[in-house]
């Protein structure tokens, strides 16, 4: 079923769902859910095509080659070990998927990619079965799988071929070739984004170069979250974007063989895996890449003030300046609040829990009378309070939250207020000596 969402300007919607507001005070199962899920298109020479694929911190540590095409050690795999140092969840998604599969007269590579060219075929006699053979597949030199037949028809695809029919008679480890990865266009970007219009995640993240592809994925973000109420940040390289869904990282790397843009993936998982109730200010950049941090004082200043994410050096340490989004406009429905990240997580958070409460415990069940609005005020109350248990909203009272009838017989009126508990940045200290 299609729902509703995002924000409301009159209640004339036609789509039944939660249409949620944040705005700025004025100048003069109601349980939280958890974070850690990122999501990210990538340029891989082997994996799933066509589709969207799950990848927890585990998978990846215990099945990157399986996954991926190397190991979690491999410098091929520096981004990703980024990202799972902060994330818990990947939705990952092959832009390149399509192209050609390597192969050769025994096999064909399970997906296309160059990574298919690394894999061999060896076959030799069994030692202690006559007549039956040892089928071997290498990735590189190491041995992916092995199986004993009589006959290749009895081979069961595994993990990285397909097995096409032939003889079997001892022959050495045969290359396959003629894998290719695909170009990609704008038209793979465009796949992905649709597809992810049914994904629920705290952050995206998109490692590229060009100003049209970066916008476009801008304009993606502010859909989902302004039209549709799906609540995520997206973190790309360099673009001035002035709207909070957007952090844009300043930094470029240094690695010669990496996207100058490859700090995207530790700031992605930084930012999907931070708490509701933390902020990624201050945070030690401990990754796999060489980070361009050399910036003075008034550079810094400026860079923040332009809405960029920027690490500095501190010492020997590199560390995120401020964890801040690319808005810089603000105005008095969005103010200065609304420039720092942990606000941004608290009403993500709130709004991504209330739009799934509504949508899966009231709408269409629960009858719009004073008991049903008593029953979802009450719900949302739980939600504040638990987000004042962690500290991350204070001075939060049952009173913050009305829920009233609104002008349609289906529709109710939710109005709330809350104060977002930011961590310190500043310390201002007078010390008077006698």
Same mark, same amino acid.
């Given at each position: 079923?299609?729902? *509703?969402?995002?924000?409301?300007?009159?209640?004339?919607?036609?789509?039944? *769902?939660?249409?949620?507001?944040?705005?700025?005070?004025?100048?003069?199962?109601?349980?939280?859910?958890?974070?850690?899920?990122?999501?990210?298109?990538?340029? $891989?020479?082997?994996? %799933?095509?066509?589709?969207?694929?799950?990848?927890?911190?585990?998978?990846?540590?215990?099945?990157?080659?399986?996954?991926? #095409?190397?190991?979690?050690?491999?410098?091929?795999?520096?981004?990703?070990?980024?990202?799972?140092?902060?994330?818990?969840?990947?939705?990952?998604?092959?832009?390149?998927?399509?192209?050609?599969?390597?192969?050769?007269?025994?096999?064909?590579?399970?997906?296309?990619?160059?990574? *298919?060219?690394?894999?061999?075929?060896?076959? !030799?006699?069994?030692?202690?079965?006559?007549?039956?053979?040892?089928?071997? +597949?290498?990735?590189? +030199?190491?041995?992916?799988?092995?199986?004993?037949?009589?006959?290749?028809?009895?081979? %069961?695809?595994?993990?990285?071929?397909?097995?096409?029919?032939?003889?079997?008679?001892?022959?050495?480890?045969?290359?396959?070739? #003629?894998?290719?990865?695909?170009?990609?266009?704008?038209?793979?970007?465009?796949?992905?984004?649709?597809?992810?219009?049914?994904?629920?995640?705290?952050?995206?993240?998109?490692?590229?170069?060009? #100003?049209?592809?970066?916008?476009?994925?801008?304009?993606?973000?502010?859909?989902?979250?302004?039209?549709?109420?799906?609540?995520? !940040?997206?973190?790309?390289?360099?673009?001035?974007?002035?709207? %909070?869904?957007?952090?844009?990282?300043?930094?470029?790397?240094?690695?010669?063989?990496?996207?100058?843009?490859?700090?995207?993936?530790?700031?992605?998982?930084?930012?999907?895996?931070?708490?509701?109730?933390?902020?990624? !200010?201050?945070?030690?950049?401990?990754?796999?890449?060489?980070?361009?941090?050399?910036?003075? /004082?008034?550079? &810094?200043?400026?860079?923040?003030?332009?809405?960029?994410?920027?690490?500095?050096?501190?010492? /020997?340490?590199?560390?995120? &300046?401020?964890?801040?989004?690319?808005?810089?406009?603000?105005?008095?429905?969005? #103010?200065?609040?609304?420039?720092?990240?942990? +606000?941004?997580?608290?009403?993500?958070?709130?709004?991504?829990?209330?739009?799934? $409460?509504?949508?899966?415990?009231?709408?269409?069940?629960?009858?719009?009378?004073?008991?049903?609005?008593?029953?979802?005020?009450?719900?949302?109350?739980?939600?504040?309070? !638990?987000?004042?248990?962690? *500290?991350?909203?204070?001075?939060?009272?049952?009173?913050?939250?009305?829920?009233?009838?609104?002008?349609?017989?289906?529709?109710?009126?939710?109005?709330?207020?809350?104060?977002?508990?930011?961590? %310190?940045?500043?310390?201002?200290?007078?010390? +008077?000596?006698?």
């Amino acid at each position: 079923m299609a729902l *509703g969402g995002g924000g409301f300007t009159t209640q004339n919607k036609g789509l039944p *769902g939660a249409y949620i507001n944040f705005v700025s005070k004025a100048a003069a199962s109601s349980a939280l859910s958890d974070r850690g899920i990122a999501a990210m298109p990538l340029e $891989l020479d082997w994996g %799933m095509e066509g589709d969207v694929f799950e990848v927890t911190n585990e998978d990846f540590q215990k099945d990157s080659m399986k996954l991926f #095409g190397y190991p979690c050690s491999h410098p091929k795999m520096k981004g990703l070990c980024d990202l799972f140092l902060g994330a818990r969840k990947l939705y990952a998604y092959r832009l390149n998927g399509g192209g050609e599969k390597a192969g050769n007269q025994f096999a064909q590579a399970r997906y296309g990619g160059v990574r *298919g060219n690394d894999l061999k075929i060896a076959i !030799q006699a069994n030692v202690d079965n006559e007549g039956k053979y040892d089928v071997l +597949t290498y990735l590189e +030199t190491e041995k992916v799988d092995e199986q004993t037949v009589s006959e290749a028809g009895e081979l %069961m695809a595994n993990d990285f071929v397909t097995w096409k029919p032939f003889s079997l008679e001892e022959t050495a480890a045969t290359s396959l070739t #003629g894998g290719t990865n695909k170009q990609v266009t704008g038209e793979d970007h465009a796949a992905y984004q649709g597809k992810m219009e049914g994904y629920t995640y705290n952050v995206m993240g998109i490692v590229v170069d060009d #100003g049209p592809t970066k916008k476009s994925y801008v304009a993606f973000n502010k859909r989902m979250r302004d039209k549709q109420g799906r609540k995520f !940040q997206l973190v790309l390289h360099d673009l001035a974007a002035d709207y %909070m869904g957007v952090v844009s990282v300043k930094n470029k790397v240094a690695d010669s063989d990496c996207p100058e843009a490859s700090l995207v993936y530790w700031v992605t998982g930084m930012e999907a895996g931070c708490e509701v109730n933390k902020s990624c !200010q201050n945070r030690k950049y401990e990754g796999t890449f060489s980070v361009e941090a050399d910036y003075t /004082q008034a550079q &810094l200043e400026d860079l923040k003030n332009a809405g960029f994410f920027v690490l500095h050096k501190v010492d /020997q340490d590199v560390r995120v &300046l401020e964890d801040i989004n690319t808005l810089v406009t603000t105005t008095d429905a969005c #103010g200065d609040d609304f420039k720092e990240n942990q +606000t941004v997580r608290v009403i993500d958070q709130l709004g991504n829990d209330v739009a799934v $409460l509504f949508n899966t415990k009231y709408l269409g069940v629960v009858p719009n009378n004073a008991s049903g609005r008593t029953s979802l005020w009450s719900d949302l109350v739980k939600l504040c309070s !638990q987000l004042q248990a962690i *500290g991350a909203i204070e001075a939060f009272s049952d009173s913050d939250i009305t829920v009233e009838k609104g002008e349609g017989k289906k529709a109710v009126t939710v109005n709330a207020a809350i104060t977002v508990v930011n961590t %310190m940045s500043q310390l201002y200290m007078t010390v +008077t000596v006698a």
